[in-house]
């Protein structure tokens, strides 16, 4: 594939699209051991990197939706990877917290990401990256103000 085959792949969205595939699969391959998969991967890590959320910030902060993050807390409740605890002000709400079995993947796994990464960035200089990245987060929230106006 390259960039000037036609005009979808001068889509950003497509783009983005098969970019996120291509990388998610790699990073799918690597974590296959673990059965564990990306997406169950991302909102451990967020877990892990912050005890005591309720479903509403794992969901923003893993950048998925309230169904999508229900369904993925579930399977890693009933993998043992995490635990839910009734929410103190609003019963209704739960706080969910890794389990040592969760924090041990997610020792094991992180380093897997990281060098997955590291091996992504070596196609681009530094500076490269810094500007993807402002560029993408830009995309990202004009998409959102969009979506809000809608």
């Known amino acids: 594939m390259t960039l000037h085959d036609n005009d ?12 996120y595939r291509k990388i998610s699969a790699l990073f799918q391959s690597k974590l296959k051991e673990y059965d564990i998969t990306t997406e169950q991967w991302s909102v451990l890590y ?9 479903q509403k910030e794992i969901a923003e902060r893993s950048g998925k939706d309230r169904p999508a993050t229900t369904r993925i807390l579930d399977q890693l ?5 995490v635990g839910k605890r009734v929410g103190e002000h609003d019963r209704r709400s739960f706080k969910v917290y890794i389990t040592d079995k969760g924090r041990e993947l997610v020792q094991r796994t992180a380093p897997i990401e990281r060098q997955l990464n590291a091996d ?16 993408l987060y830009r995309m990202y929230r004009h998409a959102s103000d969009i979506a809000e106006r809608d």
Not at 46 to 54: A, F, H, K, T, W
Not at 77 to 81: A, S
Request: charged share 30%.
């Open 46 to 54: 967020q877990v892990d990197q912050s005890e005591g959320l309720i």
């Open 8 to 19: 979808l792949k001068r889509s950003a969205g497509f783009m983005m699209g098969t970019a």
């Open 120 to 135: 992504l960035r070596q196609c681009l200089s530094e500076e490269e990256y810094d500007v993807l990245l402002e560029l």
């Open 77 to 81: 409740e009933q993998k043992g990877l």
